[in-house]
C-alpha cells in the first residue's frame, strides 16, 4: 500500500503510521492484561465508539452522563496505538479502563488465553463497514488517499486496507472464541434490538441493569445524542486530524447504506468472496447480504 502514513507491519495488514508504530505494535503485543481488564475488540468503522459509550455507561452512568464530551481515546485507549504506550511508559493508564484494539487475533491471543479477560467483539455487515470506512478515508488526515469508491471496494475486497482484511479478521477472533471469555456482539443487533442487546451484554460483564439504567444508556449512546455532542467535533485536539468540511465521523448510523453504493456487479462480487472466506463458519449473523 503506498502512502507515507501507512506502515506494513507483516505481509498481511498494515497500520497507520500516524497512530502506531513498530514499537507500540511490540508493546501491545506484549501486553500484559489483567484479569479485570474488558478489551474492546472490532475492524476499524463496526461502532467501536458506539461501543465504548455503552461500556463506560454501563459501568459509570453517573460520570459518564456529564462527561459525554470527553473522548473515548482516553478513557477506552486503543492498546496498539503510540499514545497508549506513552501513558504506559508515564504510568499514566488507570488499569481500571476499559481497553480498545482493531488489531488481528494473532497479535494478541497468547496473551489473552489463560486469563479472564472479557473479550467484547463487535461485528458488523462488512458492506455496511466498507461503505463507512471510504467515507472516513475522505475526512480523516491520517490516512493514505484511497481514490474512487471502486478503488477502494477493491482494495477492500483484497484485504489492502489498514488492519489488513475484514474476513480475516473476524476468522481469526470467532477462531479462537473459545478458549477466551468472549462475546459477540453486532452493530445491526444493536440498532434493532437494543434493550436486549445492552442487557445481553450487561449480563455478559457481570453488571445488572434494571430497565430504567437501559433507557438512560439508549438516551445517552443514541445516534442524534452522540453526533450532538460529538468530542471528535467539540474538542480541540481532534481539530488537527480532520477535515470537517469533507465528512463527519458520526456519519448516518444505519444499516444497510451499502444499498445506496455498491453496483448490482460489486454486490455479486462481494457476495462470492464473502461466500468463499465466511462459508465454513457456522456462527449467524444477523446482516442480510
Ligand atoms: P457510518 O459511517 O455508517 O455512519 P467506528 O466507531 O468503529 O469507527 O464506527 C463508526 C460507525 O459507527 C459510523 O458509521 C458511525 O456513524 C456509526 N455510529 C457511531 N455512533 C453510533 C450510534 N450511536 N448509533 C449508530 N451508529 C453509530
Known sequence: MDGINVIEVTEDISLSGHLCSQESLNIATNFQFQDSDILLVTF?????????????????????????S????????????????ESLAKGEVSRSHFITTHLPAKFLVSNLKNSKVRVVYVARNPKDVLVSYYHFHNFVKFLPDIGSFDNFFDQFLEGKVVYGSWFNHIKGWLGVQHELNFFVIT?????????????????FL?????????????????????SQNNPVKINPIFQPFFDHSKGQFFRKGIIENWKEYLSPEQN??????????????????PWSL
Not at 476499524?44 to 459525554?68: A, D, H, M, R, V
Not at 470527553?70 to 504506550?85: A, C, D, M, Q
Request: a negative charge.
Open 44 to 68: 476499524p468503522k463496526s461502532g467501536t465508539i458506539w461501543t465504548q459509550y455503552i461500556l463506560n455507561l454501563i459501568f459509570n452512568k453517573e460520570k459518564f452522563q456529564n462527561q459525554n
Open 187 to 203: 452493530y445491526e443487533e444493536l440498532s434493532q434490538k437494543p434493550h436486549q442487546s445492552i442487557q445481553s451484554l450487561a449480563n
Open 70 to 85: 470527553i473522548p473515548t481515546i482516553s478513557l477506552n485507549p486503543w492498546l496498539e496505538h503510540i499514545n497508549f504506550s
Open 206 to 226: 457481570g453488571k445488572k441493569l434494571e430497565p430504567e439504567d437501559v433507557e438512560t444508556i439508549l438516551h445517552y449512546c443514541s445516534f442524534s445524542f452522540m
Open 268 to 285: 455479486i462480487r462481494f457476495n462470492k468472496v464473502y461466500q468463499a472466506e465466511m462459508g465454513e463458519l457456522t456462527f449467524k449473523f
